[in-house]
Nanobody, 126 residues
Framework: QLQLVESGGGLVQPGGSLRLSCAAS????????IGWFRQAPGKEREGVSC????????HYADSVKGRFTISRDNAKNMVYLQMNSLKPEDTAEYYC???????????????????WGQGTQVTVSS
């Protein structure tokens, strides 16, 4: 069974950068599309980005386009989320998740993901 562990969160000033990592174990990440989600207190979980299992295609929420970059290293069983130009509204718990649905031509909803990590907190504040 696939297990996911996020790391890399922390406190950063507005305009700063963080790189989140999602380490997979128990199975190879090659077979899965990987998504990043976030949830701020009192708000619904929001899809941030997804990277396809088949062709590496990526999707981004409008709120992060041009600032966040998702990537994967299948050889290391890792997925990353590079976050630049961070804003206070990016503050949230960030989760990585895996789905067998290929997000190349379709963006899966959160309930279509099969495996979830525990989350890592990102706080953007001066």
């Amino acid at each position: 069974q696939l297990q996911l562990v996020e790391s890399g969160g922390g406190l950063v000033q507005p305009g700063g950068s963080l790189r989140l990592s999602c380490a997979a174990s128990g199975s190879t990440v090659d077979y899965y599309s990987i998504g990043w989600f976030r949830q701020a207190p009192g708000k619904e979980r929001e899809g941030v980005s997804c990277i396809s299992s088949s062709d590496g295609n990526t999707h981004y929420a409008d709120s992060v386009k041009g600032r966040f970059t998702i990537s994967r290293d299948n050889a290391k069983n890792m997925v990353y989320l590079q976050m630049n130009s961070l804003k206070p509204e990016d503050t949230a718990e960030y989760y990585c998740a895996a789905t067998i649905i290929d997000c190349s031509g379709y963006v899966p909803t959160h309930d279509e993901y099969d495996y979830w990590g525990q989350g890592t907190q990102v706080t953007v504040s001066s």
